[in-house]
């Protein structure tokens, strides 16, 4: 099981061109599954039936895995069977009629539009720092933009006169971002008065908009500290650089934005990946009418 378990992730590496986080993490799910295969005298791949990975799925809910941890394990063993039969190394697929189970649809955490207007507005001085923070939050909830997106933003990247920003997104899709209002003036302010103040002598040129304290190119962790940061002043612990961005769309939604230019903003390749919104936006629509008809409330 160990030689063909390493053959799979050979052929992920090589042949699918999968990153090494990826093969890391399949690598780790699948040493799980044949620790439990193992411990039910399973040693060969060719013995493997239907139901021994029927009741490794069990076991991960027995173990409190997430609904959406157990179909991504389920999803690397039926991979890596079918893997296995297509090469030849089996003649058989014991996971050929299993579905994979099925993960309760979560609804986006999102601010209200009074939160973001805190948020947003809470006193900050005038520091290199400072502007370059707000400046980050401003774009985050007026652009849509992934932590990735954001501090993959280069100089070249912020077409200010033209009112938006290149952004490069997953699977390196380029996309066109509108920027206008808060967001545009929190970005000229900060690369107005902010970034030559995070630039070092020292520091290796980059064109990176947004800078650490080095004048290196600010990581995804420190964007997110950043935004984490700002949710604590507020009030709202751990919040999260995709709240903001689930927050743009949604109050996009409820401005009246069409869902298709929504997509296109967010860079969602499918419609049904934007489609998300539109229950948040049912959930703020029965609020709406809870608190304002007169006989909502009554039983």
């Known amino acids: 099981m160990e030689n063909l378990i390493a053959e799979y992730l050979s052929h992920l590496r090589v042949e699918r061109g999968s990153s090494p986080r990826t093969v890391s993490a399949y690598e780790l799910d699948l040493a799980d599954y044949a620790v439990f295969l193992g411990e039910h005298g399973l040693t060969e791949a060719g013995d493997v039936r239907r139901e021994d990975v029927v009741a490794y799925e069990s076991s991960l809910v027995d173990r409190g895995y997430a609904p959406s941890s157990v179909k991504r394990r389920v999803s690397v063993v039926k991979g890596f069977h079918r893997f296995l ?3 030849g190394y089996v003649g058989k697929n014991p996971t050929d009629a299993l579905a994979l189970p099925k993960v309760p649809e979560a609804l986006p955490d999102v601010l209200s539009v009074a939160q973001m207007d805190a948020l947003l507005s809470a006193p900050h001085d005038c520091t290199p720092r400072a502007l370059r923070d707000q400046a980050i939050l401003e774009v985050l909830y007026g652009c ?3 932590a990735s997106e954001a501090v993959g933003l280069d100089l070249g990247d912020v077409l200010l006169d033209e009112g ?4 490069v997104g997953k699977g390196n899709k380029e996309r066109i971002a509108p920027v206008s209002g808060a967001a545009a003036s929190a970005l000229v302010d900060y690369l107005d008065h902010g970034r030559d103040g995070l630039r070092k002598p020292s520091a290796k040129p980059t064109a990176a908009v947004f800078l650490n304290a080095r004048g290196g190119r600010l990581t995804r962790q420190s964007l997110h500290a950043v935004v984490a940061r700002a949710g604590r002043v507020i009030g709202v612990q ?3 650089p995709h709240t903001l961005r689930h927050s743009f769309a949604t109050h996009m939604l409820e401005g009246g934005a069409d869902l298709r230019v929504i997509q296109e903003i967010l860079g969602h390749a499918d419609i049904s990946t934007t489609q ?6 049912r959930s703020h629509i029965r609020e709406e009418y809870v608190n304002a008809h007169p006989r909502a409330k009554l039983s």
Request: aromatic share 10%; glycine share 6%.
């Open 276 to 281: 998300i919104y539109t229950h948040v936006n």
């Open 144 to 146: 849509g933009l992934r």
């Open 85 to 87: 039969v297509r090469e």
């Open 238 to 240: 751990n919040l999260h």
């Open 164 to 167: 938006y920003l290149r952004v």
